[in-house]
């Protein structure tokens, strides 16, 4: 059986990470993780729950009441969200969310009770994971790391019609300005802010379609794949 690796994609807000690292693992067969969607599930609990985040103790104390899982919709074909049993896919994308999740992921006890949870969803390999800190907290021995890139106008636009597929409402202006915080905030932080790790493939996509895009992401597997023997 061919040998099975960990991709770990990073990289700053809409440049195309969930679309790669989902397409990549429907090709490979691999289990795709969006991270995001878990730092926005805790973001939607404290929320719904009335959770005042910046209390150490209630937030600690809210955490051991959430359970994250993630399930395959056969109608869409796409994977969906669960907090608590409940599909909150379309929940977690609402702007409200957005600005809200990046002081939500700063806090130090949020990310080490998920980065535990994702570094066991990479305990049997073949799993593509993206995020902030994948290939520098979460799996920094994964066999292949890529940081995604792309100009900022075209992220903007992309995530704008991207919200407005799904019915959220949000104007181009509101999705910059989230952008913009968001990639500040993302990194700036004081734990595990958003870098290229030091052997990840930088991959500038601002002019390469989605094809072109997946096909660039499966040479450098089947390149690592053979190199690993
Ligand atoms: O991938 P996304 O844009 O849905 O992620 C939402 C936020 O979650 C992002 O602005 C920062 C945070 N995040 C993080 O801190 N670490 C990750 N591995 C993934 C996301």
Same mark, same amino acid.
């Given at each position: 059986?061919?040998?099975? +690796? $960990?991709?770990?994609? &990073? ?6 990470? #969930? ?14 993780? &969006?991270?995001?969607?878990? !730092? ?12 005042? !985040? ?11 009441? +959430?359970?994250?899982?993630?399930? !395959?919709?056969?109608? =869409? ?20 969310? #957005? ?13 080490? %009770? ?19 800190? +994948?290939?520098?907290?979460? %799996? ?8 995604? =890139?792309?100009?900022? #106008? ?5 995530? %704008? $019609? ?18 913009? #915080?968001? &990639? ?6 004081? =734990?595990?802010?958003? !870098? ?7 991959? &500038?996509? =601002? ?8 096909? %660039? ?13």
């Amino acid at each position: 059986m061919e040998r099975k +690796i $960990i991709v770990a994609i &990073d990289g700053h807000a809409s440049c195309g990470k #969930s679309t790669l690292a989902r397409q990549l693992a429907n090709k490979l067969g691999y289990t795709y993780v &969006d991270s995001g969607a878990m !730092y926005r599930a805790v973001t939607l609990y404290f929320l719904e729950n009335g959770i005042d !985040y910046r209390n150490k103790g209630q937030m600690i104390s809210a955490l051991k009441n +959430i359970n994250i899982s993630f399930q !395959y919709n056969e109608k =869409t074909e796409m994977p969906e969200t669960l907090l608590n049993g409940k599909v909150v896919e379309k929940e977690i994308r609402s702007m409200k969310i #957005s600005d809200e999740v990046s002081p939500v992921s700063a806090i130090k006890e949020v990310r080490e %009770f998920l980065v535990a949870q994702q570094q066991q969803m990479g305990n049997h390999k073949g799993l593509t994971m993206d995020g902030r800190d +994948i290939g520098t907290v979460v %799996f920094p021995g994964a066999e292949l790391k890529i940081f995604l =890139t792309s100009n900022e #106008s075209i992220r903007a636009e992309r995530r %704008f $019609i991207e919200l407005h597929k799904k019915g959220i409402d949000a104007t181009l202006e509101e999705v910059i300005h989230n952008l913009e #915080s968001r &990639d500040y905030e993302d990194s700036h932080r004081i =734990t595990s802010p958003l !870098y290229k790790a030091g052997d990840a493939i930088e991959l &500038d996509n =601002t002019n390469l379609n989605e094809a072109q895009q997946l096909e %660039f992401a499966l040479n450098l597997v089947r390149e690592k794949i053979a190199e690993l023997g």
